[in-house]
């Protein structure tokens, strides 16, 4: 073996004398060992562990094989199977070619190989069903369960039943072959099961609750677009119970709703008795089916079936929060109608029903919810609290007016101010960094200084290069020579954008060009490497 590293020796001489663990520490270091050769008569590690006939160092091996090279890796080790007359050596190859026929649907070799006696139930992790399911081979699935193939026999990373994984991917004819072959419609995935006794430390160490996501067909069923109706109704019709809910607490329902999957919701709304069943979070369809631009008329449905719109969800967050992020002025009046709190925080966010308004950018629910007198002045630790301008309380004013501002709403700004909102030195940065003049003309009429922020106005809008706000506030009498809280005047922002036309306005009211920041950089070297670059 002269030529080969320290660890391809290691590596050939562990397959050749079956030695598993020190093989499979080797295989998943740093290097690939699996193209290394004998130098004499170039064996592999699959070659070597094969003639020595060490079954499991096998198995391990194939699974390891490159796709580009898999059929003629097997013809060499078939070969010398036959050669050193290992009979179980033979069998795991055959055992192996049969689930590769499978996925690559190939009828002709999986029938020699069935006909041969090969057992299409492997156990090491894959399964010759559970591949052919994958990739929608039908033919392959019905030759192989007219074999003998355990339908409930679960295979892949995920440890999943065969349905599993059809109804995952869409496969719906293979669905139909399964479920009239007995196919257990409730089996569930067993995600991460050799990582058990880490999971168990992990709870021990961090005293914390930790699921492993376990899955059946229909909880995966939303997931196979367009195709989710179809396979959701089939397992329906063959007796699953849509109220089953996965590791983490979630329905079928919950999952259709949660994706946006109106037809496979009403699909299981047909079945289903608890329609307010929650997931871990404490959200049930009807707060998911709002968040996620489902149907209206499913909506409506829910209700109908006994969806309680006063649900609290597990982060105090309320089915209004969620129309209100949904932009839909209709169900924001729905639920007001309901009898839901317009005034309810976010336990998360700290935020209002007015403040999702607001972000979405929709005036008509913004309107809405002022006439159904929605309090403006709520504060979330200052959120709606629009105190007198102070530098101590400056990082308080993340306010439902400055996110209309820069999302440069000038009608939503104009409602809220005339609610009562009072214009803030946030509100007019944030209008600053959007660069709506009339946005910022409308604060600045309030009587607001624009020299009174810890981050000066005119540094926020030369940055962005919106010219015509720095004209604005400096005819509004802003400081030229303002600094922000890195020590940066407006030209520094100016340089920065690449902005010829604010240079030159600012430079024109006498502003300092070698006026340094708190790194001792002036607006002229930033200018410069700003023009390299």
Same mark, same amino acid.
């Given at each position: ?11 050939? /001489? ?26 004499? &008569? ?17 198995? %391990? ?8 090279? &898999? ?25 192996? /070619? ?17 006909? %041969? ?19 929608? $081979? ?14 409930? =026999? ?43 006794? =880490? ?40 007796? %699953? ?46 707060? &998911? ?10 909506? $409506? ?5 006994? *969806? ?106 104009? =409602? ?6 009072? *214009?803030?030195? /946030? ?53 030229? $020579? *303002? ?44 200018? =410069? ?5």
């Amino acid at each position: 073996m002269c030529g080969l590293s320290t660890e391809e020796r290691a590596f050939l /001489a562990a397959a050749r004398e079956g030695r598993l663990v020190e093989l499979q520490e080797l295989l998943h270091g740093d290097v690939d060992h699996r193209l290394a050769k004998t130098e004499t &008569y170039r064996e592999t590690a699959l070659d070597l562990a094969v003639m020595s006939g060490h079954v499991d160092v096998v198995r %391990f091996l194939l699974t390891h094989v490159h796709d580009g090279s &898999y059929v003629k890796v097997l013809e060499h080790a078939v070969d010398a199977a036959v050669r050193n007359n290992h009979v179980l050596v033979l069998k795991v190859l055959a055992e192996h /070619a049969l689930v590769r026929a499978s996925w690559a649907g190939d009828m002709r070799c999986m029938a020699g190989l069935l006909q %041969f006696g090969v057992d299409p139930n492997q156990r090491d992790g894959v399964s010759a069903l559970n591949e052919a399911a994958r990739r929608g $081979h039908v033919a392959a699935v019905k030759l192989l369960l007219e074999h003998g193939a355990d339908v409930n =026999l679960k295979g892949g990373p995920r440890k999943a039943p065969a349905l599993l994984t059809a109804a995952t991917l869409g496969r719906v004819e293979v669905v139909k072959v399964l479920v009239t072959h007995g196919a257990d419609v409730h089996a569930m995935d067993e995600v991460c099961a050799t990582m058990g006794k =880490l999971v168990d430390s992990l709870l021990t160490l961090l005293d914390s609750a930790v699921a492993v996501p376990r899955l059946t067909a229909l909880h995966e069923a939303w997931s196979a677009r367009p195709e989710a109706e179809e396979v959701a109704l089939l397992l329906l019709e063959h007796g %699953f119970d849509p109220s089953i809910t996965d590791s983490s607490g979630w329905t079928a329902l919950l999952h259709a709703c949660a994706m946006g999957n109106a037809k496979t919701a009403e699909t299981i709304l047909k079945r289903v008795t608890d329609v307010d069943a929650a997931g871990m979070d404490g959200s049930t369809a009807l707060f &998911y089916a709002c968040r996620t631009g489902i149907p209206v008329d499913i909506i $409506h449905t829910l209700l109908y079936r006994g *969806a309680d719109p006063l649900h609290i969800g597990g982060r105090r967050q309320t089915i209004l929060h969620s129309a209100c992020q949904r932009g839909d002025a209709e169900l924001v009046k729905l639920f007001i109608s309901l009898g839901v709190d317009v005034d309810a925080i976010d336990g998360r966010t700290r935020k209002t029903a007015l403040h999702y308004a607001v972000w979405d950018r929709s005036g008509a629910v913004v309107r809405l919810l002022l006439q159904h007198g929605v309090d403006t002045q709520i504060a979330d630790g200052a959120f709606l609290s629009y105190e007198p301008y102070n530098e101590e309380n400056e990082e308080d004013f993340d306010t439902a007016l400055s996110e209309a501002c820069a999302a440069s709403r000038i009608e939503v700004v104009e =409602l809220l101010m005339k609610h009562g909102s009072k *214009a803030s030195h /946030a509100a007019l940065n944030a209008a600053c960094l959007g660069g709506q003049v009339e946005l910022v003309q409308a604060l600045l009429a309030h009587n607001l200084d624009p020299n009174e922020s810890q981050d000066p106005p005119l540094f926020m809008a030369a940055s962005r290069d919106h010219h015509e706000v720095v004209k604005l506030l400096l005819a509004d009498g802003a400081n030229v $020579h *303002a600094r922000d809280s890195s020590n940066r005047t407006a030209l520094y922002g100016a340089c920065t954008s690449n902005s010829e036309t604010t240079v030159a306005l600012l430079l024109d009211q006498g502003v300092d060009t070698d006026a340094q920041d708190v790194d001792g950089k002036t607006p002229v070297a930033t200018w =410069l490497r700003h023009k390299v670059a």
